[in-house]
């Protein structure tokens, strides 16, 4: 069955440090779909990032970077120089055959001033 | 503005009582999704509708029914059989046959029990 752990339940930085949200999957598909959606707290979820099977490669926007190993099946996500903005809940996803989504249980980053 | 509107945004339930979570979508997309979301737990799917008439259960449907007589509006009733249903409840929309296969998310509906 596919599977999606995010071992840290609550993560805390201070503004400015940079801070890694792990992400470690399980599936037997060859072909895949993981993304990363953020919560602020208003309760919406909004899209961040979507990486396939077959890309491996890291991607980097402004502040947010991914690092995909296949490897390792982990599909991990750092912020750099964080800002109080950042706060939010994170979650980590896959997508299964038909489209639907299985997502980990959540990252609670507080970023304090 | 294209988007996902969930109605009401507060919702308080009586015991017995049957109450129905409004989902509507302007964004031309064929499926739709409804998640339930738990603290500690992550989001859960309870249905899904690929197209017009049709919806599957999805992984905890039990004490909860839906409708998709029109492409833009999934509602949810939460009926009494659920018996824990004071949780945060999320619809999504996406393009089925899209491979990039991105859903996006209404702001929720929190439910309670009086």
């Not at chain 1, 077959?54 to 912020?79: A, L």
């Given at each position: ?14 503004e ?5 949200l ?19 707290p208003?309760g919406?979820?909004?899209?961040l ?20 190993q ?37 990252t ?5 001033s | 503005?294209g ?8 919702l ?18 064929d499926?739709?999704?409804w ?5 500690g ?25 839906v ?25 999504a ?6 491979s ?15």
């Amino acid at each position: 069955a596919q599977k999606v752990t995010q071992a840290q339940t609550e993560i805390s930085v201070v503004e400015k440090e940079d801070v890694t949200l792990d992400c470690v999957y399980e599936t037997r598909d060859t072909t895949y779909y993981l993304f990363w959606y953020k919560q602020p707290p208003s309760g919406e979820l909004v899209f961040l990032i979507r990486r396939n099977s077959f890309d491996e490669q890291n991607e980097i926007s402004g502040r947010y970077s991914w690092n995909f190993q296949k490897s390792t099946s982990s599909f991990n996500f750092t912020i750099t120089a964080s800002q109080v903005v950042d706060s939010a809940v994170y979650f980590c996803a896959l997508r299964e055959y038909g489209n639907k989504l299985v997502f980990g249980a959540g990252t609670i980053l507080r970023v304090k001033s | 503005d294209g988007g996902i509107t969930q109605s009401p945004k507060y919702l308080f339930r009586k015991e017995g009582q049957n109450v129905t979570l409004s989902c509507e979508q302007n964004l031309n997309h064929d499926a739709m999704y409804w998640y339930r979301q738990d603290p500690g737990q992550g989001l859960r799917l309870i249905y899904y509708s690929q197209i017009v008439n049709d919806f599957q259960k999805g992984d905890i449907a039990e004490g909860y029914s839906v409708s998709r007589e029109k492409k833009e509006s999934f509602p949810l009733t939460v009926t009494s059989a659920q018996k824990n249903p004071t949780a945060f409840y999320l619809c999504a929309s996406s393009i089925p046959s899209d491979s990039i296969g991105i859903q996006y998310f209404g702001a929720g509906t929190r439910l309670s029990v009086l």
